[in-house]
């Protein structure tokens, strides 16, 4: 079974460019979740959606984060513009249980970099 | 917001010696987690533990928790070089999410 798959797994862009994430949880896997995590500290969650809505986004930075989980599958996550800030891991993660409480599978992270 | 602490922040043994990490939290749980993170990669669940479990084996590991203190430990018995890695705990916050701890950084040395 193929595991959460993120893309691209590296990307360094300058300053107020705009920048964006895949990714594409375990099949059947209802819930999605987008996590950033800073240097030496555990992952925060940005977002969670169930199937396509989106049932927790009050950590998502409204103001130049936007994210969408079109058909319920695969999501993107888009920072616009970027900030020195926002230079971090960001993770994404599934799981077949609904609520945020459950065993999360994650994938291998995009490592950002603003310069 | 992290709503765990793990303690010590790193912690460096040799292989074949035990090691243990503690994790404290501040809100009531329904269910506390511990997962491992090799560099450079994403987070790996190792094992779930519910409020009204005390203890959990699995292979080498040994999870304890203790609700009235609101901390867990985590032991990983006869360590070996490949369980170098950071090891988080992460509590539920009514089912809706998780809250990822600070982590603890684990150098096992051959």
């Known amino acids: 079974e193929a595991g959460v798959v993120q893309s691209p797994r590296y990307k360094i862009i300058e300053k107020k460019q705009p920048v964006a994430f895949w990714c594409n949880p375990i099949s059947g896997h209802n819930t999605l979740y987008w996590y950033r995590q800073n240097l030496g500290q555990g992952p925060e969650l940005l977002i969670r959606y169930e199937n396509e809505e989106a049932v927790d986004d009050s950590q998502l930075p409204k103001d130049r984060f936007s994210a969408e989980r079109l058909k319920g599958v695969d999501s993107t996550l888009k920072i616009q513009p970027a900030e020195l800030g926002d230079s971090a891991v960001y993770l994404c993660?599934?799981?077949?249980?609904?609520?945020?409480?459950?065993?999360?599978?994650f994938g291998a992270g995009t490592r950002l970099s603003v310069l | 917001s992290q709503q765990g602490e793990e303690d010590p922040q790193a912690l460096s043994i040799q292989e074949g010696e035990n090691a243990t990490m503690n994790c404290s939290y501040k809100t009531s749980i329904n269910n506390l987690q511990w997962y491992r993170q090799n560099s450079g990669r994403g987070l790996v669940h190792l094992i779930l533990i519910r409020s009204n479990e005390r203890e959990k084996h699995s292979g080498r590991l040994r999870v304890t928790l203790d609700t009235s203190k609101k901390s867990s430990s985590l032991l990983i018995t006869a360590s070996r070089a490949a369980d170098t890695a950071s090891y988080f705990c992460a509590t539920d916050e009514g089912f809706q999410k998780l809250v990822f701890g600070t982590g603890t950084r684990l150098l096992v040395s051959p």
């Open positions: 993660a599934s799981s077949p249980i609904t609520g945020g409480g459950g065993i999360q599978y």
